[in-house]
């Protein structure tokens, strides 16, 4: 099996990333304003931080210091997008038994099912 770095980003895009947004704007039904962040944060989560626009940095920044399920998973998207820099063997399967531990002891099920899924 090979794992090609745009297919399993994109996948985690959408399994993880909306699936980890939904239910955060479902858990916040009952703060309006908060929950209309949330739902309308979709693209600017699936960017790349050097890609968000300038006008959108404060927002995305904001986003993720309000709310910790999606910090972890847009930071765990960075982590997993250097596995495909590294050179040597042994340091990526260092790198990978690293974010999988974070993945798995996150306790996002999304995130967790992901990792699984990718387990070698």
């Known amino acids: 099996m090979v794992y090609d770095l745009f297919h399993v980003i994109a996948k985690y895009g959408r399994e993880v990333i909306d ?14 304003p908060a929950r209309r962040v949330v739902k309308t944060s979709r693209w600017l989560l699936l960017r790349n931080r ?9 927002q995305l920044d904001e986003l993720l210091a309000a709310n910790k399920a999606l910090l972890t998973v847009y930071l765990l998207k960075d982590d997993l ?14 790198a990978w038994l690293s974010w999988s531990r974070r993945a798995m002891g996150s306790g996002l099920a ?11």
């Open 19 to 32: 699936r980890v947004r939904v239910d955060e704007a479902n858990r916040l039904r009952a703060d309006k």
């Open 50 to 58: 050097e890609n968000v626009p300038a006008d959108k940095i404060v």
């Open 81 to 94: 997008k250097q596995l495909w820099r590294y050179r040597s063997r042994a340091w990526a399967k260092k």
């Open 110 to 120: 999304p995130l967790q099912h992901f990792a699984r899924c990718l387990e070698p």
